[in-house]
């Protein structure tokens, strides 16, 4: 039968099997195909209420949830740090109470603490979507990014994927060696030895501290984007010397696979993690990324939000569809 | 082959050839009615409507020697019971890839139960264009209607009760042709309403 995905929250994609992560690029790859329609919007959630709760600036997730939202015919409010109590001195959970009593279907939150959105779910009654917390994980960047890899590879299972740049800080690269071990993948992080923790090897990924050795013969390089407050000599001497020794040139790119596809969260640092000849070249699925990340989206608010709806009555065994969604929704991962 | 046991049983009411025969008749049913398959397009509801849509427009086109386009659609996302905590499939493709506007769209399903998936297809269609007509085409039609919709082709008019189940078994997806109606069952496989 059908494939599950039965927790009640999407916190992180540390511990989900590769058949839960699959159930989520087939969903999204199938809600790829609104977005193409004339008409980009079905009913699926109409009625219900997501609220995006954004204590961290960020245009690109936040747009991409919101038109995802409103692809599934949901409500939304944009709640921001600076707009919101937070900045009056109230805390992370008297917020999330606060939101709580408002019956919002679900939060959307990203935050600059890591555990933030684990600890919402213990305050609140329904499904929380992690957007990016501290440097613990960006769940949903790291599902378009696999569906992006899936898309030009055809699989996940086998390949050798490079994250190059800053992993140490990096929510991103955390959610990508996850998942990508999950399904399959080898990850080599590639990148100084100050940014590159060497606790990551416990995850299974290769550490590697040069360039042109990280990324021969790999079939995908994702590019990290390095936060110019962070080149400040404490782990790197300066930012034109790591553009030097990292920055993704032609010439490094030369040394992957010849089908080598070029992947970046964004947004993109020109000149300093990659160049422009690369970032807008024949390699680069930059661009499907974004795409990507609006059906990834769709398909985690469908999948943790469409099921609250009550099962139908006359064909539910009793007890199987409304135990299994409330006993998920009061242990709260 | 299932078995029959003591708490089930299982009544044959389309073998291969009556379902052959049944499609065969639709065809030729919608050719009179519409004259031409000019202005028409099939598209069969997931999953096995669009198998027997697939089939149908092969028939219409040979004969009419025209080929007949023919699409899917995954209506989940227009039901009003989404979701069953239990029960969540994966939503499948809706592969639409011609213009509706104007045509008559010809809506097929293998089974016509409550009428809850042919209201979520119209207002899915709706979203797709404005079709000069909609007629729908069933290969069983079980009554038990909540909702006021008709069928104006129809395989067999089944009688059943609402604890039956009618299962439709097709060469595509079951490897074999066959309806059965099941009392007091539970599938092991094939579609069943």
């Known amino acids: 039968m059908s494939m599950l995905f039965e927790r009640p929250h999407l916190l992180g994609l540390e511990g989900l099997s590769a058949e839960e992560i699959g159930f989520l690029l087939d969903t999204a790859e199938t809600f790829k195909e609104v977005s193409d329609r004339e008409i980009k919007k079905v009913p699926a959630l109409r009625g219900r209420t997501i609220v995006n709760l954004f204590f961290e600036d960020s245009t690109r997730t936040r747009t991409s949830f919101e038109i995802a939202a409103k692809r599934l015919s949901a409500d939304t409010i944009n709640l921001t740090a600076k707009a919101s109590s937070v900045s009056k001195g109230e805390t992370l959970a008297d917020t999330a109470r606060n939101l709580a009593a408002m019956r919002p279907d679900a939060i959307v939150v990203r935050h600059p603490a890591s555990g933030a959105p684990e600890l919402l779910a213990r305050h609140v009654n329904c499904p929380i979507i992690n957007a990016g917390d501290g440097a613990h994980e960006h769940p949903t960047q790291a599902l378009l990014d696999l569906l992006t890899i899936r898309e030009h590879k055809g699989r996940l299972d086998g390949l050798t994927v490079a994250i190059v740049g800053d992993i140490l800080h990096s929510r991103v690269a955390r959610s990508n060696l996850h998942a990508l071990r999950a399904c399959g993948a080898r990850v080599r992080l590639v990148g100084p030895p100050t940014l590159v923790p060497r606790d990551f090897a416990l995850f299974g990924a290769e550490l590697v501290h040069d360039l042109h050795e990280g990324v021969r013969d790999v079939d995908v390089i994702m590019m990290l984007r390095i936060q110019h407050e962070r080149m400040n000599g404490r782990y790197f001497s300066s930012l034109a010397e790591y553009s030097r020794l990292y920055g993704l040139t032609v010439d490094a790119v030369a040394l992957a696979r010849k089908d080598v596809i070029i992947l970046h969260p964004g947004p993109i640092n020109r000149g300093v993690e990659i160049s422009s000849t690369v970032a807008d070249g024949p390699y680069s699925v930059i661009m499907d990324q974004v795409t990507n990340g609006v059906a990834v989206r769709m398909a985690t608010l469908y999948v943790l939000v469409g099921r609250r709806r009550l099962p139908e009555v006359q064909t539910t065994p009793a007890g199987s569809g409304i135990d299994s969604t409330a006993r998920g929704m009061v242990a709260g991962e | ?193």
């Open chain 2, 1 to 193: 082959m299932r078995m029959e046991n003591g708490s089930r049983s299982r009544r044959v009411v389309l073998d291969a050839t009556g379902l052959k025969r049944a499609l065969a008749r639709i065809a030729h049913e919608i050719l009179e009615r519409n004259k031409s398959a000019a202005e028409l397009v099939v598209i069969g509801i997931r999953s096995r409507g669009d198998i027997l849509a697939r089939r149908l427009a092969a028939e219409i086109g040979r004969l009419e020697g025209a080929e007949v386009p023919c699409g899917a659609m995954d209506v989940t996302l227009y039901r009003d019971d989404i979701s069953r905590g239990a029960d969540q499939a994966l939503v499948q493709i809706t592969d639409i890839p011609w213009e509706i506007d104007g045509r008559v769209v010809l809506l097929v399903d293998d089974v016509l139960y409550t009428g809850r998936t042919v209201r979520a297809a119209l207002d899915a269609l709706m979203d797709f264009g404005r079709p000069r007509a909609i007629q729908l085409a069933v290969l069983v039609d079980r009554g038990h209607r909540e909702l006021p919709i008709r069928p104006d082709y129809v395989g067999k008019n089944l009688p059943t009760h609402r604890e039956e189940l009618v299962a439709v078994d097709l060469q595509e997806s079951e490897g074999h042709d066959e309806v059965a109606l099941i009392l007091n069952g539970e599938l092991n496989g094939g579609g069943g309403r």
